[in-house]
């Protein structure tokens, strides 16, 4: 009962804290378990291995349950953005990715949480691009 009260105003005040330009407070995780944050007010490093060998980078800011992302290519071009809800009981959820030339491709978050996560997407060519986000960002491999 306790966890549902504090998660409950952690939804109220999160977005009035976010609304007065969330600087003040970085990097605020809520729900931590020993897999890692479930809710959260953050900015963290965000991670693309692309299937032809590519590495973009970027950041996913991360809006109490709500994580959106992109990404640049070596040139300083947007290359890949996109979005995903977290999951209160951290199941994998569905991700669109929206990238330059490609369109939007469809993956999958296997690790949700809000402080840091990794997944995959298909590319047209139907090889799968992966990404990972948060600390630690280890390299993400493509197959």
């Known amino acids: 009962m306790r966890r ?3 998660l409950g105003c952690a939804g109220i005040l999160l977005p009035f804290l976010s609304g007065c330009g969330g600087g ?5 995780q809520l729900g931590s378990d020993d ?7 953050d900015s963290l490093p965000f991670r693309i291995q692309r299937v032809d060998g590519s590495v973009l980078t970027g950041h996913a800011s991360v809006r109490l349950l709500r994580v959106s992302f992109f990404t640049h290519d070596a040139t300083g071009y947007v290359a890949c953005s996109g979005s995903f809800t977290l999951d209160l009981k951290h199941a994998p959820v569905p991700v669109s990715v929206d990238c330059t030339g490609s369109g939007i491709l469809h993956g999958t978050v296997t690790t949700a949480r809000a402080d840091h996560g990794e997944g995959a ?3 047209r060519s139907g090889g799968t ?7 630690p960002l280890l390299p993400a491999t493509g197959s």
């Not at 897999?35 to 007010?41: D, K, N, W």
């Not at 691009?129 to 600390?135: E, H, K, V, W």
Request: charged fraction near 10%; avoid cysteine.
């Open 121 to 123: 997407f298909t590319e």
């Open 129 to 135: 691009s992966t990404f990972r986000y948060g600390a």
């Open 35 to 41: 897999g890692g944050s479930t809710l959260g007010l």
């Open 24 to 28: 003040a407070l970085p990097g605020i």
């Open 4 to 6: 549902r009260a504090l």
